[in-house]
């Protein structure tokens, strides 16, 4: 059994001495290996500080070739800005006339070229070439100028006023002749006027003319870029001002604006001065609504992207023509106040009012406050003087101290002319319940119009009173009374103040004119009926003759005698007299004779079929019985005729 055990064992002992006897050998290869290893290591370090000088001047060359690329790029790039320098100089020495794009292309061009050696500040010659280009660019800005002012001169012509003419609505163009200066001027007097006019004036289209060619305004637009990125702001300004200002003042010279001054308006008479208002409404309008309109819109082109240098323009442009205009306007609100200017002074007050959202809307911005501040003004002005003209005519009415009567007792001048006043008034209905709105407190604008009106018929008629006494007959002055007051009546009747006034007012007034026509016949028949009645012609002496019946019992021939004599001596003067006294109505005239005619008649024929056998049966009966009745109503209806006193007898 021992001996197997001793047979195993020596194999594994052999593997054990052989793997020792590996591990041995590996061992020494790998110190060998180390020891090899540690050799290369130390020859590299020795070759790697051998190869460091050569590897400094390598990267030292690779460095220098970088940077001659670099300079040699740079150099390209300096060159090829002396080159593109040197074609914006050509061009700009050839002047913008031959080919102006070309002409701005180089100016742009040259400003990238001195902004580019501003930024080279290593280049050391860049100051020299920056000088010499800021002198180039001097000079091209120079001609640019001269070139803008050119374009700008060229393309600007006044628009000739049957040019304007075709711009406005169909309703407001001249209805004569374009040259006809009177029609052109658009001269109305203030009766002609209508609200429904007025409104269709304010919902019209107007067509502002072109100012300028459009194909034109890029190109000064251009220019005008060109001239503020040159800081020349202020030279553009005058250059446009001065001519666009002077083109706009001559449009309007020809339209008929003339320059008028204060002490101008004072000394004219009222007619001229009338006129020249009506002409001056026409050149609001034309104005506002199309010069100015298209001056500001071929500014809002032309400075396109520069906002406040369009609306400097535009002001300085328009400020000497507004000023003409609004000072004449002016001139008329601060003149002398006179019942006939009201209505130009409304007229004018519309017209104002008309263009006021035009005014706000062209005239913009900062600059133009100025000139819509004095629009402005200027309404509020002719709103106040216009309501203390009508003020005025109130208070003138009522105070009237005309000496002159109407010798016939006919409608009296100034009851016409007040009468006409109102009615004309009418035609501002919407305008003066604005000027109520603005300068009376409280009330409606309407009820206050109404109460203004029915004041100034109550001024007319105190003064009526007034006048009405300088007649010594007293009969007249109530047929003058009768005549102005059915005038008012009838005036109102007719016209829109029947709406204002009431129903109440005109019935009113028609029975004072029947009470006024009631007291004429009282007061001009009264004494001549007296004749004609039997009291009084009863005598106790003197002949007398009865047998008629007893008509005449008692009565002295001699009394009815001087009865007739007297009637025919009163008649006659009463014919004589009262044929030239006047009734201008026909109606009320006709109506008149009538009622004298239904009391005197009768009368007449009852005392002559009553008396007149007395006479009849004496001598000469036709010298007492002069008259039949048939011809005392023909002799009635040449009554209140307003004869001539050197006209013949009927």
């Known amino acids: 059994m021992g001996i197997p055990a001793t047979m195993g064992a020596d194999p594994l002992s052999e593997r054990a001495a052989m793997m020792r006897e590996s591990l041995h050998k590996s061992q020494t290869i790998t110190d060998n290996v180390v020891s090899i290893l540690g050799s290369f290591d130390h020859r590299l370090s020795a070759l790697e500080t051998a190869m460091r000088p050569t590897q400094i001047r390598t990267h030292s060359i690779r460095k220098a070739h970088e940077n001659i690329d670099k300079t040699l790029k740079s150099a390209e790039v300096i060159l090829a800005q002396f080159d593109l320098a040197h074609q914006a100089e050509t061009t700009i020495l050839r002047g913008p006339h031959e080919d102006l794009e070309s002409y701005l292309e180089a100016i742009d061009l040259l400003r990238r070229n001195i902004h580019f050696f501003s930024s080279s500040k290593g280049f050391k010659s ?32 006044p628009v000739e006023p049957e040019r304007l003419f075709d711009c406005l609505p ?58 503020v990125q040159a800081g020349q702001q202020q030279q553009l300004v005058k250059i446009y001002r001065d001519t666009r200002s002077s083109v706009l003042e001559e449009s309007l010279r020809k339209l008929g604006v003339e320059k008028l001054s204060k002490d101008d308006v004072q000394k004219m008479q009222w007619e001229v001065l009338e006129a020249k208002i009506g002409n001056w409404i026409h050149f609001m309008r034309i104005a506002v609504k199309l010069l100015f309109a298209a001056e500001r819109k071929v500014c809002d082109q032309l400075f396109g992207g520069f906002d406040s240098l369009s609306d400097q323009c535009f002001s300085e442009v328009t400020a000497s023509s507004v000023l003409v205009l609004l000072s004449f306007g002016e001139a008329i609100a601060r003149s002398k ?44 002005r002719l709103a106040q003087t216009a309501q203390e003209t009508f003020g005025d005519f109130e208070e003138a009415v009522e105070k009237d101290a005309t000496k002159t009567a109407v010798l016939d007792g006919t409608v009296h001048p100034l009851t016409s002319y007040v009468i006409n006043y109102v009615k004309f008034l009418f035609d501002y209905q919407s305008t003066l319940r604005q000027l109520f709105q603005e300068f009376e407190n409280g009330g409606e604008s309407g009820s206050q119009l109404a109460s203004v009106t029915m004041r100034i018929m109550q001024a007319l008629q105190t003064n009526l009173d007034g006048k009405s006494k300088q007649y010594k007959d007293t009969a007249l002055t109530h047929l003058f009374l009768m005549n102005n007051i059915h005038y008012m009546v009838r005036s109102v009747r007719r ?61 002295s021939r001699a009394l009815v005698k001087d009865r007739f004599k007297i009637f025919n001596m009163q008649f006659e003067e009463l014919h004589q007299k009262q044929s030239q006294w006047t009734v201008p ?41 002069r008259y039949s009745a048939e011809d005392l109503e023909r002799m009635l209806g040449e009554f209140f005729e307003g004869k001539n006193l050197n006209e013949p007898k009927r």
């Open 495 to 555: 016209s829109e103040a029947k709406d204002l006034l009431g129903d109440d007012w005109v019935q009113r007034h028609r029975r004072i004119v029947q009470q006024h026509a009631n007291q004429y016949k009282r007061i001009g028949w009264g004494k001549i009926l007296q004749c004609l009645s039997i009291q009084g012609l009863t005598s106790s002496g003197g002949s007398t003759v009865g047998g008629d019946g007893g008509n005449s019992s008692g009565v």
């Open 585 to 625: 109505d026909t109606e009320l005239r006709e109506s008149l004779r009538l009622a004298v005619a239904e009391v005197l008649l009768p009368a007449y024929r009852s005392f002559v079929k009553r008396f007149g056998p007395l006479v009849e049966n004496g001598k000469n009966p036709q010298k007492y019985i």
């Open 337 to 380: 106040r006179s019942p006939e200017k009201l209505f130009v002074l409304l007229d004018m007050y519309e017209i104002m009012r008309e263009i006021h959202s035009e005014i706000e809307m062209i005239f913009k911005g900062k600059t133009c406050a100025e000139i819509r501040e004095s629009a402005s003004s200027l309404t509020k």
């Open 170 to 227: 169909n309703s407001l163009r001249p209805s004569g002749s374009p040259g006809n200066q009177g029609d052109a001027s658009g001269n109305h007097p203030s009766h002609s006027h209508s609200e429904h006019h007025n409104n269709d004036a304010e919902a019209a289209v107007y067509t502002p003319p072109t100012l300028i060619p459009p194909r034109v305004l890029p190109l000064l637009h251009d220019l005008a870029v060109q001239m």
């Open 126 to 157: 860049s100051e020299g070439v920056i000088n010499h280009a800021n002198g180039l660019l001097t000079k091209a800005i120079s001609k640019l100028e001269d070139e803008f002012k050119q374009q700008l001169t060229t393309y600007s012509k």
